[in-house]
């Protein structure tokens, strides 16, 4: 039996919690850049490529996190690469975190108005220039609050690359509760440290959404 | 690499008592929290500063922690203040509050959409506040934001996955329980997150059904 102070499991948690914050931001940053490839995909009106993004979303929408996390756990070893949790947990918030930034962006893009494509396209810019230099700084502006309430749901979402035996703050809790037989004060903290990531976040996104409202 | 999903399906009596299970929990849930969102809308709303303050406190703390660790709390940290609560019920208690926080802000934002006139001709019609919070208002602002809570009850059920970590005994369980029986991980989670992608589906159209005709829709 190990003892522990107040200071010693307040130590442990914070030492974890880097670790939730780094894959919060690892899942960010890879799935930003693959939901900005799915987007322009879908908007360059390939045959088929409405309907595969589509899918794509609806399947990662319409599935529970913790399958896709067994399922990326288990499918990358069965296809014989070496995981670890880390590089399963980072693969599937990646692909979580792109369905969903697919989605909102895709909402933010069609909400330019139309006579924006088309007055580019007159223009004679091409498909590219069209995104780069017209549509998207303009659904950037629209973009920015969801996104950021977006990411409130992917530092929750680390939460559940516990059960992988990913060793963030959930699983620091766990494992600490274990052993100190102390379940209420350790995952009391552990939702306090949650809140004091994911509330200023959310304030930010409610305020960002206000301040747009009036515009729109 | 060879998939074997006739071992794992030979589970079947498993995957559907799960699968029971499940819908119970969401079924049990889904009406629960809504109600208690309604309820703490109005609290928000109406009440005074106290109330408003400890409902906008129990709303941000349940939309600002992961839903394990509300799970974990409840289950394993209530039962040192002497609260014993079985898996189940935990889970349902859980997901009720987890929805109930959700479900407030979405049917406030609908409430405040509500166009003043009609309060004032409620009003002059000289019913009082109950009968036009639940005849005038609630109805139409249900109505606009449906779609929302819709898909926050669809995120609510897809989250009860999480529920078998306290060992209640939903679908994913079974997912979890096979795989260790039957050594085929990969396509116990495959099956089981097909179920969950059709159960999200069909809850969907079922709620849109549902919605207009017993929720919102007019009453005659």
Redesign the interface.
């Known amino acids: 039996m190990v003892e522990f102070s107040f200071w010693d499991i307040a130590r442990h948690l914070l030492l974890a919690l880097r670790w939730t914050v780094g894959l919060s931001l690892i899942a960010f940053a890879c799935g930003s850049v693959l939901a900005l490839a799915l987007l322009v995909l879908r908007l360059s009106k390939l045959p088929g490529a409405i309907r595969a993004v589509a899918c794509y979303v609806?399947?990662f929408?319409?599935?529970?996190?913790?399958?896709?996390l067994?399922?990326i756990y288990?499918?990358l070893a069965?296809?014989?690469v070496d995981t670890s949790p880390l590089l399963a947990a980072s693969v599937c918030l990646t692909l979580y975190a792109s369905a969903y930034l697919c989605d909102i962006w895709r909402g933010c893009v069609e909400s330019v108005p139309k006579g924006q494509w088309e007055a580019s396209a007159s223009l004679a810019l091409s498909f590219g220039e069209q995104l780069r230099h017209v549509i998207l700084p303009q659904a950037m502006r629209l973009g920015v609050a969801p996104t950021a309430g977006f990411m409130?749901q992917i530092i929750?979402?680390t939460?559940?690359t516990?059960?992988i035996g990913f060793v963030e703050v959930?699983k620091a809790?766990?494992l600490i509760?274990n052993a100190t037989f102390?379940?209420?004060l350790i995952?009391?903290c552990?939702?306090l440290m949650?809140?004091a990531l994911?509330?200023p976040l959310?304030l930010w996104s409610q305020r960002l959404e206000r301040r747009l409202r009036p515009a729109s | 690499?060879t998939m074997d999903f006739a071992t794992v399906l030979a589970q079947w009596p498993m995957f559907l008592k799960g699968l029971a299970l499940t819908a119970m929990l969401t079924a049990i849930a889904t009406p629960l929290g809504v109600a208690l969102g309604v309820a703490c809308a109005w609290m928000r709303l109406n009440a005074g500063p106290v109330p408003r303050f400890v409902v906008s406190a129990y709303v941000?703390?349940f939309?600002?922690?992961?839903?394990?660790?509300?799970l974990?709390?409840l289950f394993?940290?209530?039962?040192?203040?002497g609260l014993r609560l079985s898996p189940e019920t935990a889970s349902i208690l859980a997901m009720t509050l987890n929805l109930g926080a959700y479900a407030c802000e979405q049917v406030r934002a609908g409430i405040q959409a509500t166009p003043r006139g009609q309060i004032e001709a409620a009003q002059s019609l000289a019913m009082d506040r109950w009968q036009i919070f639940t005849r005038v208002v609630l109805p139409p602002s249900l109505g606009r934001v449906w779609p929302a809570l819709t898909g926050q009850i669809?995120l609510v059920m897809?989250?009860?996955?999480?529920c078998?970590?306290i060992s209640t005994e939903e679908i994913?369980y079974a997912?979890n329980l096979i795989?260790s029986r039957t050594f085929r991980?990969?396509e116990a989670?495959?099956v089981?997150?097909l179920i969950?992608?059709g159960l999200?589906?069909m809850l969907r159209q079922l709620l849109n059904w549902l919605g207009p005709r017993f929720v919102f829709g007019r009453r005659r």
């Open positions: 609806q399947v929408q319409g599935t529970p996190l913790l399958m896709q067994f399922l288990f499918g069965m296809l014989g409130v929750k979402g939460a559940l516990s059960v959930t809790g766990q509760a102390e379940p209420f995952y009391g552990v939702a949650y809140f994911c509330f959310s | 690499m941000e703390v939309r600002n922690t992961p839903f394990i660790i509300q974990f709390f394993f940290g209530l039962p040192s203040l669809i897809l989250g009860s996955a999480v078998s970590q994913s997912a795989s991980s990969f989670y495959i089981v997150t969950y992608l999200a589906i």
